[in-house]
């Protein structure tokens, strides 16, 4: 049992309350105890990266060991999906506290700040960790909560407005959620994933397998904000503060959604062929539907907000492919290709879009406005912004060398071997608009002189805020390196190991 995982929940959740209670009286508590706290996360995640490997490490709350075979405490269960995932949240939460140090300082309460940030990487920690249903809610909605305080910290009339949407919204969503998770336990009498899966296999009504993966769909969906569920998505993530946005589109929408619909789909519930194509129809929609939405969009940040949702549908597209394959007992190889496309395009998407919302924040921090019409020539004032801003449209667009560029390939390579020839086609043509919009994002925010801003006024963010956006420019180069086999064996393959074969997932857990 290791003994390890729990801290990842216990030591963020303890540096909350700290914040809270200590940061009043000591100056500058919040800032220097969140930056430990994450620096440490951030260290564990990696060396559990490393160390997990194939084998999965189980931590059993309480010390209950399964009765007759039956999991009846907590686990958490730390396998090479989840430490991929971890990994994401802890770096991208490391970096856009030490972005904040600079940042928020334009704020009042900078303690509930920080507590929150805490309390958020808390649950999401939590979410990654969790092998019972109902553990995901708990920590899904430490998440969500603290996430509805964050969006609404300016407190000013369109931060009010967005965080109630999303508060609405996200209420929503958590009573689907709980309304699934209510019915699975009425019928299977427990909320361990791996149990679940055991009791539903020995046999099931069709109908009430196919409301309860709906309501969950549906649910983790509006956390995910995928087509047609993304309707909060873009007020919230632009009304944020700049290092909550990228904590929203680069980890948050990942660590409650789309994450643990991945986890169910694939080592809960049996792989069927309608679920499959419903997930590919959803997936295809968001990808398409959300860079026609962003490709108007003169407000960086909604800009931003609405290409997290087509690129989310990327990852969908490619999970459901595998999916589908898998449904159909053929082409076991192309359908771990499309997983490992999808999965690389989730980290991959981590990195540039977090940051993106960090550079659409310091051009904010410095100019004031978030309107493309409203700047220009800021190449010359900017230049580490203008740099690591051009690293992450390439990326995003899919321009190599650049990480973006590997995980759309593998991609679309998967559709053509899959024979989904119009998805592959689909998939380059959004890839195309997403390097027209972020042409326009480019030119008119560094390089349009007609229109250029009082350089006087404009200058380069501080120290911290640089220092974030550089070392994300640099990760979005080293994650190419996951198309090398070597290191995609280390990485990619024990998460494609375990979500292709559940019944391994549910051994480690259940000894059966």
């Known amino acids: ?7 990842f929940v216990v030591v963020p ?5 700290l914040i809270m209670i200590l940061g009043r009286f000591i100056k500058h508590f919040d800032k220097s105890i969140a930056s430990l706290i994450l620096l440490y996360l951030v260290t564990a995640s ?19 060991e399964p009765v007759n075979k039956i999991p009846v405490g907590i686990h958490m ?6 430490v991929i995932v971890l990994c994401i ?17 334009r704020y009042t309460s900078e303690n509930y700040f920080y507590s929150l940030f805490c309390l958020m990487i808390a649950g999401m920690n939590g979410v990654v960790l969790s092998g019972d249903l109902f553990n995901i809610y708990v920590f899904l909605e430490i998440s969500a909560i603290s996430s509805y305080a964050l969006v609404a910290f300016g407190v000013e009339k369109d931060e009010l407005e967005a965080t109630f949407k999303y508060q609405v919204l996200g209420g929503l969503a958590s009573f689907l959620i709980l309304f699934g998770i209510g019915f699975i336990y009425w019928k299977t009498k427990t909320l361990n994933i791996a149990d679940v899966r055991t009791v539903f296999s020995a046999g099931y009504d069709k109908n009430y397998y196919l409301l309860i993966q709906i309501l969950l769909l549906s649910g983790f969906g509006l956390k995910a904000a995928i087509i047609p569920f993304h309707a909060w998505l873009p007020d919230a993530h632009s009304s944020a503060p700049s290092p909550i946005s990228a904590m929203l589109s680069g980890v948050l929408i990942k660590a409650i959604g789309i994450y643990v619909i991945i986890r169910l789909f694939f080592n809960m519930f049996a792989v069927t062929e309608g679920m499959a194509v419903l997930i590919i129809t959803l997936g295809t929609l968001s990808m398409v539907t959300g ?4 490709i108007g969009q003169w407000d960086i940040k909604r800009l931003l907000a609405y290409h997290s949702i087509s690129q989310m549908g990327y990852v969908i597209l490619s999970v459901g492919i595998g999916m589908l394959l898998i449904s159909r007992g053929i082409r076991q190889e192309v359908a771990a290709l499309a997983i490992a496309g999808g999965i690389f395009h989730l980290i991959n998407h981590a990195a540039f879009k977090g940051l993106l919302f960090l550079n659409a924040g310091a051009i904010e921090y410095s100019t004031g ?7 220009g020539g800021l190449a010359k004032t900017m230049p580490a912004t203008s740099a690591t801003s051009f690293v992450a449209s390439l990326s995003i667009s899919g321009i190599p060398p650049f990480n973006g560029f590997f995980s759309k390939l593998i991609i679309i390579i998967a559709a053509v071997m899959a024979r989904f020839y119009l998805l592959a086609v689909l998939a380059a043509i959004v890839s195309i608009i997403t390097l027209a919009s972020f042409l326009k994002f480019q030119r008119y925010a560094f390089y349009n002189k ?3 801003t009082d350089e006087k006024k404009t200058r380069e963010v501080p120290f911290p805020m640089v220092f974030s956006m550089i070392i994300l420019g640099v990760i979005c180069l080293l994650l190419s390196l996951l198309v090398i086999p070597g290191v995609r064996d280390i990485i990619l393959t024990p998460a494609i190991d375990i979500l292709m074969a559940p019944s391994e997932y549910t051994s480690q857990i259940t000894g059966i």
């Open 89 to 105: 949240v802890n770096l991208i939460g490391f970096l856009s506290v030490i972005y904040s140090i600079s940042y928020i300082s």
């Open 13 to 17: 959740l303890a540096g909350a309350f």
């Open 450 to 452: 007609e229109t250029t």
């Open 77 to 82: 269960v730390l396998d090479g999906y989840s």
């Open 46 to 64: 990696v060396y559990a990266l490393f160390t997990t490997g194939e084998s999965s490490s189980i931590y059993k709350v309480g010390g209950w």
């Open 291 to 294: 860079v026609f939405l962003a």
């Open 1 to 7: 049992m290791n003994q390890l995982i729990p801290l």
């Open 369 to 375: 406005t978030r309107n493309l019409n409203e700047m």
